[in-house]
């Protein structure tokens, strides 16, 4: 890892909680996110996403995340969140980050992953978790050749991504553009409580 990037990775780290020498750049690091469905516990791997990890928990650490919604629901497919807020309108964002698609993690069932526009390099605070293996999603087999990067996984909490995947959805005005219509929003809203960083 290039040591500028571990640099700023062991200060977003340590921003987010992680005190000196509790942890180094390639040591996975273990997130709580709480959601009006439940808790979801998350290992993120700083060693093979170090801008990703480094991004979210960057987010994490001001709080950005709280009382943001699941906002896009695709059962068979992901839950979407971590940039509206209770009232569909997007959050501001840090700039986005480079994509690290490239780093051998896969979109398989669990992952979390970064979720962007069609340009490449545009992730900034919004995830997805893989809800089934999405091989469609990876660098080999993406159509634009770059894929979404995978930086984590979930440890604890399968049951409440299921919860959430299952949620019945409609299609909501988009408060951003007059006109145009959001598919897969949840019916009931979901929102993100808190996010920490527990080890």
Do not use: W
């Not at 650490?61 to 969140?81: A, P």
């Not at 999405?134 to 996984?153: M, P, W």
């Not at 988009?174 to 527990?198: C, E, F, H, Q, Y």
Request: charged fraction near 20%; aromatic fraction near 6%.
């Amino acid at each position: 890892m290039d040591r500028n990037l571990a640099c700023v990775l062991l200060a977003a780290m340590a921003l987010a909680g992680l005190g000196p020498g509790s942890v180094s750049a390639d040591t996975p690091v273990k997130v709580e996110m709480v959601t009006t469905e439940g808790a979801i516990v998350l290992e993120l791997y700083p060693d093979k996403a170090p801008k990703s990890v480094a991004n979210f928990l960057t987010y994490v650490e001001s709080g950005h995340y709280t009382g943001t919604l699941f906002h896009r629901v695709i059962d068979g497919f992901m839950i979407q969140g971590g940039g509206m807020d209770a009232d569909m309108n997007e959050k501001p964002t840090k700039p986005p980050i480079r994509n690290e698609a490239g780093n051998q993690l896969t979109n398989d069932k669990y992952t979390i992953a970064m979720a962007r526009t069609g340009e490449p390099h545009s992730a900034t605070s919004q995830f997805f978790i893989n809800t089934a293996d999405n091989n469609s999603l990876n660098r080999a087999e993406a159509q634009d050749g770059f894929g979404y990067a995978v930086f984590g996984k979930v440890v604890s909490g399968q049951a409440v991504v299921d919860k959430i995947e299952k949620t019945p959805t409609k299609v909501a005005p988009n408060p951003k553009a007059a006109g145009v219509l959001m598919d897969d929003v949840p019916v009931k809203p979901i929102s993100i409580t808190s996010v920490r960083v527990i080890e």
